[in-house]
């Protein structure tokens, strides 16, 4: 092995590795500000505002606080599980980022080439699923290991919930795989170009199994029975205290991310900009800089509107100004720096709009509804969802056979 | 006579409650408020900054006034607020004057922990042409020992001190 070789293959990834394990914590960070915020304008309230301009501190005063908080393990604990659980879940959660491609083009960097991506497995869709049941274990051995009632309830209904939804989530990706003729997740995004349309039309039945299924499997809201704090304190974590606790909350998050990038992959062409054939929408993909400020700008347009009395107007005043930014930039053409069609930024843009708006789709459904009753849950896995993907998978095969594509 | 309860549906054909049912309708519905209510502006305020504005009704801490043309003390000491109070809260010790005529204040003491806020000391309170209890529009009055909580006379005339909070 020479040693391009070993630097394209072994030096790179690590340090790929190391980005994602620096970057990832610090994205959500900021994701749990913007989880606050979005909560609070939902509820007609001021969000975190103290710390810092309009709260944008808040995240590092929230990590100090669980760095320096006191780390307890109840007495009675397990202590060699009670350790290992948050190091399980954080481990696994992390290690499923590995098969997502944030762009579809390698570069090259100092004459060596770079995939915007970790790893390219050809089973990559069946690794993730692996790796999401693996991170169960992480949350069963925190409920046991505590020794506490509410943990080990909390435990319990965490098994029975990944074990009802493990099944249509499965399924609901099979749907996706037959059509890309792959488990790989570069495969099926590249499947989705040549096809010419995103996989979210012939397989929008296998989108909302899926989705439904995978906010049952990170716990979140409507289907966050492992944790519902106003029936089990705070279910598998009770005891968690300090950084075990945070690690907890890290896997969470990136479990929402990992989710929300599989579906961007599996379903909404990944880093493909909306009719990746089209000819007369390669603005879309070309103008990354323009449209890249609006969406800024609307960002920022909302964040700081609500204090300015609310309404669309900031919104559109903040976009307005981003894209006129985005303009000025794109037109100037600084320095070669916003160069028009670098497929590298821009398919990095369209991949984490989409991540970001099904991460706001999360928070939108926290905002909304309310849990679940267990039975009401075990109803939805079994009676519907179930079903609907097993079904989802026939149907698409039926179609692809008459149609004579295999 | 109406009918309290769920509002009756204009059109509740069974085909109608599938298609509802089946597309999620409510779900939708659900989540296109909270998607509106995001553009509203907030009704809540930073508190300590800024405070809310009081209903002229408030009924803050009980406290005593001063006549407001020649600003003798109002109170006759007839302890009628004492007898009313439901919380036996109001401790009032009085003296003859020295005339001879009526009754003056010696202390007038409120425990702010045991008051209810209910105003019921107002309402019998004599004295014109205004009573010389009130419920006052103070209502910080956080302390850090229980002592603090019993107001003497001078308090219930100026009001709560503002406190240094410790850091």
Same mark, same amino acid.
Request: hydrophobic share 50%.
């Given at each position: 092995?020479?040693?391009?070789?070993?630097?394209?293959?072994?030096?790179?990834? @690590?340090?790929?590795?190391?980005?994602?394990?620096?970057v990832?914590?610090?994205?959500?960070?900021?994701?749990?500000?913007?989880?606050?915020?979005?909560?609070?304008?939902?509820?007609?309230?001021?969000?975190?505002?103290?710390?810092?301009?309009h709260?944008?501190?808040?995240?590092?005063?929230?990590?100090?606080?669980?760095?320096t908080?006191?780390?307890?393990?109840p007495?009675?604990a397990d202590?060699?599980?009670?350790?290992?659980?948050?190091?399980?879940?954080?481990?696994?959660a992390?290690?499923?980022?590995?098969?997502?491609?944030?762009?579809?083009?390698?570069?090259?960097?100092f004459?060596?080439e770079?995939?915007?991506?970790?790893?390219?497995?050809?089973?990559?869709?069946?690794?993730l699923?692996?790796?999401?049941?693996?991170?169960?274990?992480?949350i069963?051995?925190?409920g046991?290991?505590s020794n506490?009632?509410?943990?080990?309830?909390?435990?319990l209904?965490?098994?029975?919930?990944?074990?009802?939804y493990?099944?249509?989530?499965?399924?609901?990706? @099979?749907?996706?795989?037959?059509?890309a003729?792959?488990?790989?997740?570069?495969?099926?995004?590249?499947?989705?170009?040549?096809?010419?349309?995103?996989?979210?039309?012939p397989?929008?039945?296998?989108?909302?199994?899926?989705?439904?299924s995978?906010?049952?499997?990170?716990?979140r809201v409507?289907?966050?029975?492992?944790?519902a704090?106003?029936?089990?304190?705070?279910?598998?974590?009770?005891?968690?205290?300090?950084?075990?606790?945070?690690l907890?909350?890290?896997a969470?998050?990136?479990?929402?991310i990992?989710?929300?990038s599989i579906?961007?992959?599996?379903?909404? /062409?990944?880093?493909?900009?909306?009719?990746?054939?089209?000819?007369?929408?390669?603005?879309?993909?070309?103008?990354?800089v323009? !449209?890249m400020?609006?969406?800024l700008?609307?960002?920022?347009?909302?964040l700081?509107g609500?204090h300015?009395?609310?309404?669309?107007?900031?919104?559109?005043?903040?976009a307005?100004?981003?894209a006129?930014?985005?303009?000025?930039?794109?037109?100037?053409?600084l320095?070669? !720096?916003?160069?028009?069609?670098?497929?590298l930024?821009?398919?990095?843009?369209?991949f984490?709009?989409?991540?970001s708006?099904? !991460?706001?789709?999360?928070?939108?459904?926290?905002?909304?509804?309310?849990?679940?009753?267990?039975?009401?849950? #075990?109803?939805l896995?079994?009676?519907?969802l @179930?079903?609907?993907?097993? /079904?989802?998978? @026939?149907?698409?095969?039926?179609? #692809?056979? !008459?149609?004579g594509?295999? | 006579?109406?009918?309290?309860?769920?509002?009756?549906?204009?059109?509740?054909?069974?085909?109608?409650?599938?298609?509802?049912?089946?597309?999620?309708?409510?779900?939708?519905?659900?989540?296109?408020?909270?998607?509106?209510?995001?553009?509203?502006?907030?009704?809540t305020?930073?508190?300590?900054?800024?405070?809310?504005?009081?209903?002229?009704?408030?009924?803050g801490?009980?406290?005593?006034?001063?006549?407001p043309?020649? /600003?003798?003390?109002?109170?006759?000491a007839?302890?009628?607020c004492?007898?009313?109070?439901p &919380?036996?809260?109001?401790?009032?010790?009085?003296?003859?004057?020295?005339?001879?005529?009526?009754k003056r204040?010696?202390?007038?003491?409120?425990?702010?922990?045991?008051c209810?806020?209910?105003?019921?000391?107002? &309402?019998?309170?004599?004295?014109?042409?205004?009573?010389?209890?009130? #419920?006052?529009?103070?209502?910080?009055?956080?302390?850090y020992k229980?002592?603090?909580?019993?107001?003497p006379?001078?308090?219930?005339?100026?009001?709560?001190?503002?406190?240094?909070y410790?850091?």
């Amino acid at each position: 092995m020479d040693q391009k070789q070993l630097v394209e293959q072994i030096v790179i990834p @690590i340090l790929q590795v190391l980005i994602a394990v620096a970057v990832v914590p610090l994205i959500i960070l900021y994701l749990q500000l913007v989880e606050r915020k979005v909560l609070g304008f939902m509820q007609v309230r001021l969000a975190p505002r103290r710390v810092g301009w309009h709260g944008l501190l808040q995240p590092v005063a929230d990590a100090v606080k669980l760095l320096t908080k006191e780390d307890t393990i109840p007495a009675k604990a397990d202590r060699f599980l009670f350790t290992l659980a948050p190091i399980v879940a954080v481990a696994t959660a992390l290690s499923a980022l590995a098969v997502i491609p944030v762009a579809g083009t390698p570069f090259s960097l100092f004459g060596y080439e770079v995939k915007p991506w970790i790893s390219d497995l050809n089973i990559g869709v069946v690794y993730l699923l692996a790796i999401s049941s693996l991170g169960i274990y992480g949350i069963l051995l925190g409920g046991w290991s505590s020794n506490s009632k509410y943990s080990m309830l909390g435990a319990l209904r965490s098994t029975a919930q990944m074990i009802s939804y493990e099944v249509p989530l499965g399924f609901a990706l @099979i749907g996706v795989m037959m059509l890309a003729g792959s488990a790989s997740t570069v495969r099926i995004v590249e499947a989705q170009k040549s096809s010419g349309w995103w996989y979210i039309l012939p397989q929008i039945i296998g989108f909302f199994c899926y989705f439904i299924s995978a906010v049952a499997e990170t716990n979140r809201v409507p289907f966050d029975l492992p944790e519902a704090e106003s029936e089990l304190v705070a279910g598998f974590h009770t005891e968690y205290s300090g950084m075990k606790f945070a690690l907890f909350f890290l896997a969470e998050y990136t479990n929402m991310i990992v989710v929300s990038s599989i579906v961007t992959i599996a379903f909404f /062409g990944g880093w493909l900009r909306p009719f990746p054939n089209v000819e007369a929408l390669a603005w879309l993909e070309n103008g990354w800089v323009p !449209l890249m400020s609006l969406v800024l700008g609307a960002f920022a347009g909302w964040l700081a509107g609500n204090h300015l009395g609310g309404g669309l107007n900031p919104l559109m005043v903040g976009a307005l100004l981003g894209a006129l930014l985005g303009f000025g930039i794109a037109v100037a053409d600084l320095g070669g !720096l916003a160069t028009m069609s670098v497929p590298l930024l821009s398919g990095a843009f369209w991949f984490t709009l989409k991540v970001s708006f099904f !991460l706001f789709v999360y928070i939108w459904f926290r905002g909304t509804y309310p849990r679940y009753r267990y039975d009401q849950l #075990m109803q939805l896995g079994w009676k519907w969802l @179930i079903p609907l993907s097993v /079904g989802n998978v @026939i149907v698409t095969g039926l179609v #692809m056979l !008459l149609l004579g594509r295999t | 006579m109406s009918v309290v309860g769920r509002p009756a549906r204009r059109d509740s054909s069974p085909i109608m409650d599938a298609l509802r049912s089946i597309l999620l309708l409510e779900l939708w519905v659900g989540l296109w408020v909270t998607l509106k209510n995001q553009f509203r502006p907030h009704i809540t305020v930073e508190y300590p900054k800024e405070t809310v504005e009081l209903s002229p009704r408030f009924r803050g801490t009980p406290r005593l006034r001063f006549h407001p043309e020649n /600003g003798e003390e109002l109170c006759i000491a007839c302890h009628l607020c004492e007898v009313v109070c439901p &919380d036996d809260c109001i401790h009032i010790v009085s003296e003859k004057k020295p005339d001879g005529k009526g009754k003056r204040l010696v202390s007038f003491e409120i425990n702010y922990e045991r008051c209810c806020f209910c105003g019921l000391c107002v &309402d019998p309170c004599p004295t014109k042409p205004l009573t010389a209890i009130y #419920m006052s529009h103070d209502y910080e009055m956080a302390d850090y020992k229980r002592e603090g909580f019993v107001a003497p006379l001078k308090t219930l005339l100026d009001g709560i001190e503002p406190k240094e909070y410790k850091e």
